[in-house]
């Protein structure tokens, strides 16, 4: 197990296997990447704050797919789902895409809200390994505390 974590945003959670941590930036809090030979292409952790104002958690998820769609080359939302995440209510989506260079990606994200902000887990890998992956996405998730909100 890995632990991941950034003290100044309250966050830490721990993953199966060897993950790099990389430096946070903008509303990146948490980025990590799965060591090699750990897939057909590298899984990602990423972990994102966004300020809210008074957005309600189904229309930021709602937008945040929609978003994406419109960004991501072949993006498709296989799944919507409700969940927990850092012991909070969480909306949960499952989604795959192309990415720049052909990869087909996977990608399980968790988002929450916390007052007036909110806190995305998004977690990829190839499409070909996610039902491999999909317990240790879950439990990256259910690893997850975040103890301040953006």
């Keep these: 197990m890995t632990e991941l974590k950034n003290t100044e945003a309250g966050l830490a959670l721990t993953a199966r296997g060897s993950w790099e941590q ?6 990146v809090i948490l980025a990590a990447r799965a060591g090699e030979g750990e897939g057909s292409v ?3 952790i990423v972990v994102t704050t966004s300020s809210l104002g008074n957005l309600e ?16 080359v072949g993006y498709l939302l296989l799944d919507q ?9 969480a909306a949960v989506t499952l989604a795959t895409y192309v990415d720049d260079q052909g990869a087909e990606l996977t990608a399980q994200q968790w988002l929450a ?9 998004t977690i990829t890998c190839g499409t070909e390994d ?3 992956m ?17």
């Design 22 to 27: 990389a430096e946070p930036a903008g509303n």
């Design 42 to 44: 590298a899984a990602t």
């Design 57 to 72: 958690l189904q229309d930021w998820a709602r937008g945040t797919s929609e978003l994406l769609g419109s960004r991501l």
């Design 81 to 89: 789902s409700s969940g927990r995440l850092a012991g909070r209510p």
């Design 113 to 121: 809200i916390e007052g007036r902000g909110g806190i995305t887990l």
């Design 130 to 132: 996610f039902p491999g």
């Design 134 to 150: 999909r317990a240790t996405a879950e439990e990256i998730a259910t690893s997850l505390t975040w103890e301040k909100a953006s």
